[in-house]
């Protein structure tokens, strides 16, 4: 069979035998392990079919990246994005694409004659197979962006400002402070600076794991971009291990440090004019019972 021949046979599978494959390939699926319905099966199939018949009737069928597949990326990438951000997994996705092999089989056995029917079924395993690929590499180009963006989103939470009085703010850290992670803690503290004109902010390291010298390197950047916003900072939360790494790197933090955060709180409202102090027992006001409820 002559390479043309070859191809229009291709073309005639696709747009002669649509409805055919259609019903073929959803008779074949498995919608418990697809995780569709029935309507949906029968609606992304046929846009599938519709957008291969006519790529197929321009030619470059061997290449899925060629102009006349465009269609067919178009469909299968909604289809691929569409399914990661529901949750479901790579094989669940692939199968559906891949399933669509048993019903061009079949078609293929009732149309072609036997010596033409390897040649077609090679051509056609070429082309499913590499929609099933197109549809995986979406797959997983959509799922690596909703991880970058969870974890973005993971970030900013786990990096709050809270103020603790008039003109004291405070930035608990937990977990390790790297390059990224710096730059969403200290456009967090500085806005929050702005927001809430303070002076002091206490910068709390309690929940850092370890600090090395490139640790050091970001809390020092921090600290010097919330002093050109016009507040100072003290360091808390320096553990006796901290304080010996960081003599040991010969890291100069040039900042002042306690080794919690209440007495980082207490130098704080030192600082600016206020004192907390214990109320002697006679002085502390009664507790009063709550008045009992009328009863009807």
Known sequence: MADSDKDQALVRLFTQRESEILAEWVSTLNL???????????????????????AVAHGNHGDMRSAEYADVRDVLHAFSRNRALQGFSPTETATFILSLKRGLLGQIRKAAQSEDAFDLLWRVNQLIDQ???FTVETYQKTREELIARQSKEIEELSTPVVKLWDGIVALPLIGTLDSGRTQVVMQNLLETIVQTEAEIAIIDITGVPMVDTLTAQHLLKTVSAARLMGADCIISG?????????????????????????????????????????LKAKSLPALQEPAAEARG
Request: net charge positive; proline share 1%; glycine share 8%.
């Open 131 to 133: 929609l099933g690929l």
């Open 32 to 54: 418990g392990e697809t995780k569709m319905t029935l309507q949906e099966a029968e609606s992304q199939g046929r846009a599938v079919l519709h957008a291969l018949g006519k």
């Open 238 to 278: 320096i553990r006796p291990q901290i304080a010996q790494t960081i003599v040991q790197l010969g890291v100069e933090l040039n900042v002042v440090s306690k080794a919690t955060l209440a007495d980082a709180l207490a130098l704080a409202l030192k600082r600016t004019g206020r004192v907390v102090s214990k």
